[in-house]
């Protein structure tokens, strides 16, 4: 019943921006942690993002730090990680994820998550 859905991926030439939504639904979103991570080809999925059921503390992966900002509208129970600044190396399928608010939760670690979308491919060319 629980269904995130991912939107906004594409392609677009480096230094170029754009801005992935997640679309929840049958899940109180307001009690629930949020996170963006990315798996490119060949590689582990790693954690891109997160931002915790109050919007007042986000985490992000050192190789987003600046370019990167997460954030969350509840009246729309929708996620959003504006990427500016795009590089090459940013080309993955970017999945989001929630999990219902715990204390002992690690927003970085996706086996923490209790739910993920289909994932939305991002490819920055060079």
């Known amino acids: 019943q629980v269904q995130l859905v991912e939107s906004g991926g594409g392609l677009v030439q480096a230094g170029g921006s754009l801005r992935l939504s997640c679309a929840a639904s049958?899940?109180?979103?307001?009690?629930?942690?949020m996170g963006w991570f990315r798996q490119a080809p060949g590689k582990e999925r790693e954690f891109v993002a997160a931002?915790?059921?109050?919007?007042?503390?986000?985490y992000y992966a050192d190789s987003v730090k600046g370019r990167f900002t997460i954030s969350r509208d509840s009246a729309k129970n929708t996620v959003y990680l504006q990427m500016n600044s795009l590089k090459p190396d940013d080309t993955a399928v970017y999945y989001c994820?929630?999990?219902?608010?715990?204390?002992?939760?690690?927003?970085?670690?996706?086996?923490?998550?209790?739910?993920w979308g289909q994932g939305t491919q991002v490819t920055v060319s060079s």
């Open positions: 994820a929630a999990v219902t608010f715990k204390p002992m939760a690690n927003l970085r670690k996706g086996s923490d998550y209790d739910y």
């Open positions: 049958g899940l109180t979103f307001s009690n629930c942690n």
């Open positions: 931002i915790r059921w109050s919007g007042s503390t986000t």
